[in-house]
């Protein structure tokens, strides 16, 4: 019994591990909010996110996609959930639609997708692993033209990793 109680919970992490979340927005083209808002790039990133934002891109132009700009709005959006996350010690998506809200009134985003994952060690692991995850990958391959990561670490010392991908 304890073998199978063992299992459940296993599986149970993993599809936590591997969930994806993805909405579009239903303003039409025209009508979307601060559709010209000003788009900044200033924010330092650690080597780890950096490696990450570079390793989406790569797979990006691999598949003859093109690659995406890093926003510090987006950013902003996966640091706070990234830091939710590590926070709570739980990996999930809980309120990507406030996100989802926050980039479509202050930069007017389209179309808005999140992937997160926990406890990978470098940049390349998490990649693969989201290349690897269908919702992952397709969330990468995505219609969209910025993103942002934000990784932190728990108090035991492992990874929380949230990356936003957005459409203007």
Same mark, same amino acid.
Not at 93 to 117: C, I, M, P, T
């Given at each position: 019994?304890?073998?199978? @109680?063992?299992?459940?919970?296993?599986?149970?992490?993993?599809?936590?591990?591997? +969930?994806?979340?993805?909405?579009?927005?239903?303003?039409?083209?025209? &009508?979307?909010?601060?559709?010209?808002?000003?788009? %900044?790039?200033?924010?330092?990133? @650690? %080597?780890?996110?950096? &490696?990450?934002? #570079? =390793?989406?891109?790569?797979?990006?132009?691999?598949?003859?996609?093109? +690659?995406?700009?890093?926003?510090?709005?987006?950013?902003?959006?996966?640091?706070? *959930?990234?830091?939710?996350?590590?926070?709570?010690?739980?990996?999930? *998506?809980?309120?990507?639609?406030?996100?989802? %809200?926050?980039?479509?009134?202050?930069?007017?985003? $389209?179309?808005?997708? &999140?992937?997160?994952?926990?406890?990978? =060690?470098?940049?390349?692991?998490?990649?693969?692993?989201?290349?690897?995850? &269908? =919702? *992952?990958?397709?969330?990468?391959?995505?219609?969209? @033209? *910025?993103?942002?990561?934000?990784?932190? $670490?728990?108090?035991?010392?492992? #990874?929380?990793? @949230?990356?936003?991908?957005?459409?203007?």
């Amino acid at each position: 019994m304890l073998n199978y @109680t063992k299992q459940f919970f296993l599986v149970f992490a993993c599809i936590l591990t591997f +969930a994806s979340c993805s909405k579009d927005n239903a303003i039409p083209e025209n &009508e979307a909010q601060l559709k010209t808002a000003n788009l %900044s790039n200033s924010i330092a990133y @650690t %080597s780890l996110e950096s &490696e990450i934002l #570079n =390793g989406v891109n790569k797979y990006r132009e691999s598949i003859g996609m093109k +690659a995406l700009a890093r926003v510090d709005e987006v950013t902003y959006q996966a640091d706070d *959930h990234t830091v939710y996350m590590t926070s709570n010690e739980v990996v999930n *998506h809980d309120n990507f639609n406030v996100r989802y %809200s926050n980039l479509v009134s202050e930069v007017g985003a $389209k179309a808005v997708a &999140e992937n997160v994952a926990f406890g990978y =060690g470098n940049a390349d692991a998490v990649v693969k692993a989201w290349i690897a995850s &269908e =919702g *992952h990958r397709v969330n990468i391959e995505g219609d969209f @033209t *910025h993103f942002g990561i934000s990784v932190d $670490k728990d108090k035991n010392g492992k #990874n929380y990793f @949230t990356n936003i991908f957005m459409r203007r």
